[in-house]
């Protein structure tokens, strides 16, 4: 089981903007601002397309944008487009020895 | 732009040893002081972080890998490399390999494009 909590899955249509969230807790998101968000297409490496909770790698859109809210990071894209539909993936730093990511939610662009 | 390839076999049998390797292309595996880090996903699993190495041979691994897992690196050859022993099939798995800047506040910035390990007789 991920220490990291996303949903499944999430769903939009083209244009339309979409947040998905990471829980975790005290000791990782809720204390750190070290959270990342990788974007997986089938058959390739993961992505870095936010660090730092809000921070765009050179090259990633800024139709991607990344928050915290307490223990809850979101990953927002905007004006969604067909491309987007890939899993994403959650990372915080935490106090513990362990390097934690989420179960990863997997998007369809309707 | 530093790329990162795995490779090794695509098949392992239950109770032996897995052997990847990691080959640095673009750049130097010693040029600078990177975290060079070893991942994977099970099917229908999320990520897993299995431990890093860096350029002066230390190592981190995580608790759960402990025991069955050595990651090492070659500068000569511009590679690193991870055995994972005993295997099952629960580690059935796609591996990738990943950058990092020395800091475990820091994001993975490359990752190799993986490589499906299957564990079976």
């Known amino acids: 089981q991920s220490a990291l909590t996303q949903p499944a899955s999430v769903s939009g249509s083209p244009g339309q903007s979409i947040t998905i969230s990471c829980t975790g807790s005290n000791s990782d998101i809720g204390a750190y601002n070290y959270v990342s968000w990788y974007q997986l297409y089938p058959g390739q490496g993961p992505k870095l397309i936010i660090f730092d909770v809000n921070n765009r790698p050179s090259g990633v859109s800024n139709r991607f944008s990344g928050s915290k809210s307490g223990n809850t990071a979101s990953l927002t894209i905007s004006g969604l487009q067909a491309e987007d539909e890939a899993d994403y993936y959650c990372n915080s730093y935490t106090s513990s020895t362990v390097v934690v990511f989420g179960g990863g939610t997997k998007l369809t662009v309707l | 732009q530093v790329q990162l390839q795995e490779s090794g076999p695509g098949l392992v049998k239950p109770s032996q040893t897995l052997s990847l390797t990691c080959t640095v292309s673009?750049?130097?595996?010693?040029?600078?002081?990177?975290?060079w880090s070893w991942i994977r996903q099970p099917a229908g699993k999320g990520l897993e972080y299995i431990g890093r190495i860096n350029t002066k041979g230390s190592t981190n691994y995580t608790p759960s890998f402990k025991s069955r897992v050595t990651i090492s690196i070659d500068t000569t050859k511009n590679h690193f490399s991870l055995t994972l022993s005993s295997v099952t099939a629960a580690d059935t798995a796609v591996y990738y390999c990943a950058k990092r800047l020395p800091a475990a506040t820091r994001p993975f910035d490359i990752w190799g494009q993986g490589t499906m390990v299957t564990v079976s007789s």
């Open positions: 673009g750049g130097s595996i010693s040029s600078g002081l990177y975290y």
